[in-house]
C-alpha cells in the first residue's frame, strides 16, 4: 500500500479539516486524559495542568460537537453530575498519539546547557 499524501493546502481537504479539529493543545491533553476512562469535569480541570474552567469548557462542548466525547449526566438534581467519555472515534486517536509520543521521545531536544538542538 502506498502512502497517498492530501493536499493539506486545501480547504476542502479532509485532513486539513482533522488537523484543524484537532489543532487545540487543549483538545489533545484532554484525549490524553480521557483514555484513562471516564472523568468530571473537576478531576479534568486538575489532570489538565494550566487549563481553564472556561476554557474547559468551551473545549468539550466542541469535541462533543465533533463526536470526539460523549457527557454522561449521573445525577440529574442539583448539584448536578456529569462525566466525560472519548466516544468510539474519539478512542481512535490513541494509536496516532502514540506514534507522535514515540516520535517525540525518539527526537526530544537535549536537554543539558549548551547542548547542540535536534537536527533531522
Known amino acids: 500500500m502506498s502512502l497517498v499524501i492530501p493536499d493539506v493546502l486545501e480547504e476542502s481537504c479532509t ?35 494550566g487549563i481553564t474552567q472556561k ?10 460537537h465533533d463526536g470526539l466525547v460523549e457527557r454522561r449526566v449521573l445525577k440529574d438534581t442539583p448539584p448536578q453530575h456529569v462525566e466525560y467519555a472519548l466516544t468510539a472515534l474519539g478512542k481512535t486517536l490513541q494509536e496516532p498519539l502514540a ?4 516520535w517525540a521521545t525518539e527526537h526530544s531536544a537535549p536537554s543539558q546547557p549548551g547542548a547542540a538542538p535536534y537536527r533531522p
Open 55 to 64: 476554557v474547559l469548557t468551551a473545549t468539550l462542548r466542541d469535541m462533543e
Open 99 to 102: 506514534a507522535i509520543c514515540a
Open 15 to 49: 485532513t486539513r479539516q482533522a488537523l484543524e479539529r484537532l489543532a487545540s493543545k487543549w483538545r489533545v491533553l484532554l484525549i490524553y486524559a480521557l483514555l484513562a476512562g471516564p472523568q468530571r469535569h473537576s478531576e479534568l480541570r486538575r489532570r489538565v495542568a
